[in-house]
């Protein structure tokens, strides 16, 4: 077991989803995995292993913001051995062309700052996503009918952001989406030669104001599972 992580060595496999939400990574298990055990409950952020068509697979969650899935991407990466790890999210859409309920496929992951920023100094990294994975996860979404957008997200350090000239930016540039997590665990996997992705599903736009009932909330984050399982086991 590690600080943050409860698990005995062995109970994490190499494929790990990373969910913000612990109550999605027990969703996630119950629905999508067989055998699934709970491995980690370690301050409330569950974690369970099982297996999805015969792959070993463990779900736990991230927590929001950088700092708390740097915590669990270090441990669960350096500790645990996780080879492959998929964030599976919510964001905020940021052009018109996205729409709420589409799925984001996020190929790199801009940020003002992220927990790595010490190591960086002037350097300007890139974080960005394992190319095999994104790719395997378009054909996924494509299967099954899902209107999905692979580019730049941002992943911000906050939430109540109320900086109208980074939204501005961001959009300027192409951005689609912001959330909070994306661009350290794609920095962590470079910096530890593991694969990473972000698969996004829209639950709120940030120029239309919609947001994703809660009653939709479950189907669009089970075909984010099913597109993460699938780009990893393809
Ligand atoms: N900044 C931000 N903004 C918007 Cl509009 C979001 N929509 C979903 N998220 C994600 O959901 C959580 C915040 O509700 C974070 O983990 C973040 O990754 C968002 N984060």
Known sequence: MTIHIGAEPGQIAETVLMPGDPYRAKWAAETFLEGAELVNEVRGMLGFTGTWKGHRVTIQGSG???PSLSIYANELIRDYGA????RIGSCGAMQEKVAIRDVILAMSATSISTPSLSFFKEV???PTADFDLLR??????QA??????????YSADVF????????EVMERHGIL????????????????????????????????HEALPSSDREKSFGDMVEIALEAAFA
């Open 64 to 66: 929001m913001g950088m």
């Open 83 to 86: 080879k492959t790890l998929i």
């Open 124 to 126: 300007n990294f890139a």
């Open 136 to 141: 395997k996860a378009w054909d996924a979404a």
């Open 144 to 153: 099954k009918g899902i209107t999905t957008h692979t580019g730049g997200i």
């Open 160 to 167: 109540y952001a109320e900086r109208p000239d980074l939204d």
């Open 177 to 208: 989406a912001v959330e909070m997590e994306a661009a350290e665990l794609y920095t962590l996997a470079a910096r530890f030669g593991v694969r990473a992705l972000a698969v996004l599903t829209v639950s709120d736009h940030l120029k239309t």
